[in-house]
């Protein structure tokens, strides 16, 4: 190789070098321009532009929307993508008895939304000092000690009762049909402030007085077809309010003004 040729081959290193420089100069700022890009995005996502602002509270009746929000993990200030809280406040909202369904959802940049289904309180009976609310499926909702307007069950034997579940009780088919019968009753235009769920015909109670006598089946079918709504009316138009009406098979019903105590 003559000098010349050796000058050339030197040239070319140098020029490679220089080369290889500028590329891990290059690579090395295009790294610290990403970390600087994310860095600044980590920043901004948990700036207060992504604050909790607002927790919005829907399909609730029985817990007001500051009562819900009061059970959540979620709070006003905290931030929406890495310290909202959602899973905890599912879980709460959902370990209520009150609540048969949750959904949670992020508004971004700053509201939360939570939907929840409520349980409709129906009937309640009383066990020992307290009164015990149950949903229109025989759920247990809650214990109170203050009598709550609704339809008190008496005459039952409870066997098992856990709060969110099913009141389990020796009379078990004379309360499932009853509790058909309180949701026919919401929607049929009837209220019964008592009913004696004890025996096979059962006593259903529109006033203290007046009393209708039958089996679950018989007055739920009455209901249904709107009869006993047509006999109470016309017995309420003739301005009597006091006496029994006695279910029979095959849609039969007969009044009469003494109060009977079978």
Known sequence: MNLDERYEELELKDVDRKRRRHRKKHYILRVLAAAAVIAAAVLFL??????????????????????VRNMCKSELGRNILFDSGISETEERLIADPYFSSVEIRRKLPDKISITVEERHQQAAFIYGEDYVVIDDEGIMLRKTNVAPELTLLTGLTISRMDLGEKVEAEEKENLVTVLKMLRAMESGDIYFIKIDVSRIVIKAYIYDN?????????????????????????????????????????????????????
């Open 46 to 67: 948990r700036s207060d532009y992504f604050a909790i602002k607002e927790i919005q509270v829907t399909g609730n009746s029985y817990y007001t929307d500051d009562e």
């Open 210 to 262: 007046f009393i209708v006598k039958g089996t679950p089946q018989e007055i739920l079918s009455a209901i249904e077809k709107g009869q006993l709504q047509k006999v109470v009316a016309s017995l309420f138009a003739d301005g009597i309010s006091r006496g029994t009406i006695k279910m029979g098979g095959e849609s039969y019903m007969s009044f009469s003004p003494d109060i009977e105590s079978d």
